[in-house]
C-alpha cells in the first residue's frame, strides 16, 4: 500500500513521538476492488511511461492541483501528456525521476519519488511531497502550481505487485516520526472503513508520556503503547493466518519502510519475522 512512505527524515516534529504502524490486509485493495473500466481492447489506455523508453526520453507533466497535506507536506497532481487516453504507466511502488534546472546552478537535479496515485486511473498522476528545508528538488516541487510543468523520466523499476485471482494477504509497517507525518491515514483509516474485512490498521505509539498527545493517542483499540514488538506481530500474523496461511508459498508479502534500527528489530537476521516466523528475504521487501 503506498503507505505514506514519508519517514525520512528526523526533524521539525516539536515532540519527537516515535510512531510506526502495522497493517494487515487479509486480501489487499488492489485484488478486491472492482474495476470499473471503460477500457475494450480497442480502447485499452497507453502508459505515459515505460521502462526503458522513458528513462531515456523524459515526459513533460503539468501541474493541475496542489493540495498542503500537513505542514511540510503537499500532494501535487499531474496531467498526463496524452490526457485521458493514457495511463502513468508506474506500478505501485515504483518511482520516477524528476528533474529540474535550479536558477544557481550548472547541472540539473534528479530525484525519485514514488507516486501515490492508483497506476490505473487515467489521465494523472500524483505524488507526495515531503519539503526539506534547502531541499533542491522537494523546495522546487513546493514552488509549483497549476499550470507548471516538470520533466520526468522512468519508471525506475522496483518491486512490482501484480494482482492475483485468489486472495494475497499483505503486511505492511511503516515508521515515522510523529503523528503529523502519517500524511496517508485518512485514506488508510478510508479504506479500513470500506473493507473492515480486508484492512486493518494498529499504530504503535512511543514517546514522551507527558505529552497531551500520548494520552489521547492512547487506550482505543487500534493503539498500542511502545515500538512494534513480537506482540504487536503475532497479532498481525494471526490475522493472516486466519485468512488462509503464511509465507510467500501462500502468497503472503511484507513491506517495511522505515528506519534502519526498525528494519532490523524487525526484519533482520535476529529480529522479530526471520527468528519467530521464519521468513525470508524474498517474503519481505524494504524499502
Ligand atoms: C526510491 C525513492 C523514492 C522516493 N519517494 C519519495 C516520495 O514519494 N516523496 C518524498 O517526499 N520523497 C521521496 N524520496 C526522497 C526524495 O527523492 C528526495 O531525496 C527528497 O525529496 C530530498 O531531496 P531534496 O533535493 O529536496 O533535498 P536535498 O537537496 O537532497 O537535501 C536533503 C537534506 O539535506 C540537507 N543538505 C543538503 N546538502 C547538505 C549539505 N551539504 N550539508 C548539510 N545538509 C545538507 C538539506 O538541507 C535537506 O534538508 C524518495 C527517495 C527514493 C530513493
Redesign the pocket.
Known amino acids: 500500500m503506498a503507505v505514506p512512505?514519508?519517514s525520512?527524515?528526523t526533524?521539525y516534529i516539536p515532540y519527537l513521538l516515535s510512531f510506526a504502524a502495522v497493517s494487515v490486509a487479509a486480501g489487499t485493495y488492489y485484488t478486491r476492488q472492482p474495476r470499473i473500466s471503460l477500457d475494450s481492447a480497442r480502447n485499452a489506455p497507453k502508459p505515459a511511461l515505460s521502462f526503458p523508453g522513458s528513462m531515456l526520453f523524459p515526459k513533460t507533466l503539468t501541474v493541475t492541483k496542489t493540495e498542503q497535506i500537513n505542514h511540510d507536506?503537499k500532494k501535487i497532481t499531474f496531467r498526463l501528456p496524452d490526457g485521458e487516453v493514457s495511463v502513468s504507466g508506474v506500478p505501485a511502488g515504483s518511482?520516477i525521476l524528476t528533474s529540474h534546472q535550479p536558477a544557481d546552478g550548472w547541472l540539473p537535479?534528479f530525484?525519485?519519488?514514488?507516486?501515490?496515485s492508483d497506476p490505473e486511473e487515467r489521465g494523472t498522476l500524483q505524488?507526495?511531497?515531503?519539503?526539506?528545508?534547502?531541499?533542491?528538488?522537494?523546495?522546487?516541487?513546493h514552488s509549483l502550481t497549476p499550470g507548471s510543468t516538470l520533466t520526468v523520466r522512468g519508471p525506475?523499476p522496483?518491486y512490482s505487485y501484480s494482482s492475483s485471482s485468489t486472495p494475497r494477504d499483505l503486511v505492511m509497517i511503516a515508521g515515522v516520526n510523529g503523528t503529523s507525518d502519517i500524511v496517508l491515514k485518512d485514506e488508510l483509516e478510508g479504506l479500513e472503513k470500506q473493507f473492515p474485512e480486508g484492512v486493518q490498521v494498529t499504530y504503535c505509539v512511543s514517546g514522551p508520556e507527558s505529552k497531551a498527545e500520548a494520552a489521547d493517542l492512547s487506550g482505543r483499540g487500534r493503539y498500542r503503547k511502545g515500538y512494534i514488538n513480537s506482540e504487536v506481530v503475532k497479532e498481525a500474523v494471526e490475522r493472516v493466518k486466519q485468512g488462509g496461511g503464511w509465507g510467500d508459498s501462500k502468497g503472503t508479502k511484507v513491506f517495511i519502510c522505515g528506519p534502519p534500527a526498525m528494519q532490523e528489530a524487525i526484519a533482520g537476521k535476529k529480529g522479530i519475522l526471520g527468528g519467530e516466523y521464519g521468513l525470508v528475504k524474498k517474503e519481505i521487501h524494504m524499502?
Do not use: D, M
Open positions: 512512505f514519508t525520512r527524515s526533524r507536506t518511482a537535479v530525484r525519485p519519488y514514488t507516486p501515490v505524488l507526495l511531497v515531503k519539503q526539506y528545508p534547502n531541499g533542491c528538488a522537494s523546495t522546487h516541487l525506475i522496483a524499502f
